[in-house]
């Protein structure tokens, strides 16, 4: 498998546009995690699906910010309108069975908002 | 949820030295894995470890559970081993500290 992938690996946009960053889970995975790292806060949970069904999302930091999961193998994490401190890196994260089961996650999207 | 401290925060080696980062939890670990963010920022996975012990070359990794406690032991550090290692306990799902620094020098 050729694990979790995500696209773009980095993102410039500038505040007010809209940003979508997506991500395809290992095949067969029924958990899809969202992650954002910054300094200051270091690595938070956004959200998490099961089975294409979002679960918890009280990371989620504002209205701003919205997921979905249409199938099994596609999520995307929008950011509209987006602001410079939404500048962190995002990760996808997935895992077989259960959300505390191993999870494995993506390279991350870089974004950066000026 | 549960609150993990990681231990030492920062950690200078020089390359071929071994050490030990800890991780404590504010309660009974349950799901808890170790991974390893490299300078590029790719996580990666090193150990799923709930409890006992488990070897990888030469890292090894210890839960004792009912203790609140994990080990991590690098041995033979090599300077690929620079990073930051997280050790996320999972309630349900994964809960980060603010992980241990490491650098080795050659």
């Known amino acids: 498998d050729a694990g979790v992938i995500q696209s773009p690996r980095h993102e410039v946009t500038e505040m007010g546009q809209e940003v979508t960053l997506r991500c395809k889970p290992i095949?067969?995975?029924?958990?899809l995690f969202w992650y954002r790292q910054t300094m200051m806060r270091g690595l938070e949970l956004l959200i998490y699906?099961?089975?294409?069904?979002?679960?918890?999302d009280s990371g989620m930091p504002e209205d701003r910010f919205s997921a979905k999961m249409p199938n099994a193998s596609f999520s995307t994490l929008k950011i509209q309108p987006s602001e410079p401190r939404d500048s962190a890196v995002y990760f996808c994260?997935?895992?077989?069975?259960?959300?505390?089961?191993?999870?494995?996650f993506g390279p991350g999207t870089r974004l950066t908002v000026l | 949820g549960i609150q993990v401290e990681q231990s030492p925060p920062d950690l200078i080696l020089q390359e071929g030295a071994n050490s030990t980062l800890r991780c404590n939890f504010s309660?009974?670990?349950?799901?808890l894995q170790w991974f390893h963010q490299n300078p590029w920022g790719q996580l990666i996975n090193l150990f799923y470890?709930?409890?006992g012990t488990k070897q990888n070359g030469r890292l090894s990794a210890t839960t004792v559970a009912t203790e609140r406690y994990s080990l991590l032991y690098i041995s033979s550090s090599q300077t690929t081993d620079s990073g930051v290692y997280f050790c996320p306990d999972s309630w349900g799902k994964f809960q980060f500290g603010a992980g241990t620094q490491v650098v080795v020098t050659p």
């Open positions: 470890i709930p409890s």
């Open positions: 994260a997935s895992s077989l069975r259960q959300a505390s089961d191993e999870q494995f």
């Open positions: 309660d009974s670990v349950n799901n």
């Open positions: 095949s067969g995975h029924d958990y």
């Open positions: 699906f099961n089975n294409n069904v979002p679960i918890d």
